[in-house]
């Protein structure tokens, strides 16, 4: 039976994900670098470092130029996330966390951001995770299995025991990689690859989820 959760956290459990759009926009214009919304749907889930690759493309930049973007990027981001309150949180969130604690089912964070547990902080659910996994914990990003298995291993529990919650193709990609149980959220084109897909947390339940993933075999 399912004994654990791994929640990635922007875009699954807050909108940060558009709080990292945007700095990269911003970084990008400065730049002078061609980059939009649609652009940015492939960054999802990637790290801050693969991510600037990805934007500046072709153009050369030097490893300290790159360091000094990044370091731009991310002073952007910090700024933004420090509105965060638990109101930020989205719909359905809060009582699927408190339900699985209810339940006795552990609960990590499996984030390749290196503020998730700022953001985790200031959306005041601390009280509610076991173990945080984040941009820090290995040196493997996402599509990588090793942050997955990193947190599944600080809650105790095998890979097989562990359902992922995720919204990137890349997070997907990693649960499946690592061998674990999946929730998409978000539309079939980007996480269609997981076991079961949803559009959001609205309504997800665990008793509903145990029965999907009996029929829908890893
Ligand atoms: C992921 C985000 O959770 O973390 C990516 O989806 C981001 O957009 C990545 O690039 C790394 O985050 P940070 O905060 O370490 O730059
Ligand atoms: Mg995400």
Same mark, same amino acid.
């Given at each position: 039976?399912?004994?654990?959760?791994?929640?990635?956290? /922007?875009?699954?459990?807050?909108?940060?994900?558009?709080?990292?759009?945007?700095?990269?926009?911003?970084? %990008?214009?400065?730049?002078?670098?061609?980059?939009?919304?649609?652009?940015?749907?492939?960054?999802?889930?990637?790290?801050?470092?693969?991510?600037?690759?990805?934007?500046?493309?072709?153009?050369?930049?030097?490893?300290?130029?790159?360091?000094?973007?990044?370091?731009? #990027?991310?002073?952007?981001?910090?700024?933004?996330?420090?509105?965060?309150?638990?109101?930020?949180?989205?719909?359905?969130?809060?009582?699927?966390?408190?339900?699985?604690?209810?339940?006795?089912? #552990?609960?990590?964070?499996?984030?390749?951001? *290196?503020? %998730?547990?700022?953001?985790?902080? #200031?959306?005041?659910?601390?009280?509610?995770? /076991?173990?945080?996994?984040?941009?820090?914990?290995?040196?493997?990003? *996402?599509?990588?299995?090793?942050?997955?298995?990193? %947190?599944? *291993?600080?809650?105790?529990?095998?890979?097989?025991?562990?359902?992922?919650?995720? /919204?990137?193709?890349?997070?997907?990609?990693?649960?499946?990689?690592?061998?674990?149980?999946?929730?998409?959220?978000?539309?079939?084109?980007?996480?269609?690859?997981?076991?079961?897909?949803?559009?959001?947390?609205?309504?997800?339940?665990?008793?509903?989820?145990?029965?999907?993933? #009996?029929?829908?075999?890893?």
């Amino acid at each position: 039976d399912i004994q654990g959760f791994i929640f990635d956290v /922007d875009g699954v459990l807050t909108d940060t994900a558009e709080f990292h759009y945007r700095a990269w926009q911003r970084l %990008a214009d400065e730049e002078g670098l061609p980059f939009n919304r649609q652009a940015n749907e492939a960054l999802r889930g990637v790290s801050r470092r693969e991510s600037l690759l990805h934007i500046v493309g072709d153009r050369q930049y030097s490893e300290a130029a790159l360091g000094e973007m990044m370091a731009r #990027k991310n002073r952007y981001y910090v700024e933004s996330i420090q509105t965060i309150t638990p109101k930020n949180l989205f719909p359905g969130a809060i009582e699927l966390l408190q339900e699985l604690r209810q339940a006795g089912i #552990k609960i990590a964070i499996g984030s390749a951001s *290196k503020n %998730a547990r700022t953001v985790i902080e #200031k959306l005041g659910i601390g009280n509610l995770i /076991d173990a945080i996994a984040d941009g820090d914990s290995v040196a493997l990003p *996402k599509p990588a299995p090793d942050l997955f298995l990193f %947190a599944a *291993k600080q809650i105790g529990l095998d890979p097989d025991r562990c359902v992922v919650v995720e /919204d990137a193709t890349v997070g997907i990609e990693a649960a499946i990689a690592g061998g674990m149980l999946s929730i998409g959220i978000g539309p079939a084109t980007r996480v269609g690859a997981a076991n079961i897909v949803r559009p959001n947390l609205i309504g997800v339940h665990l008793i509903d989820i145990q029965a999907q993933l #009996k029929l829908a075999p890893a």
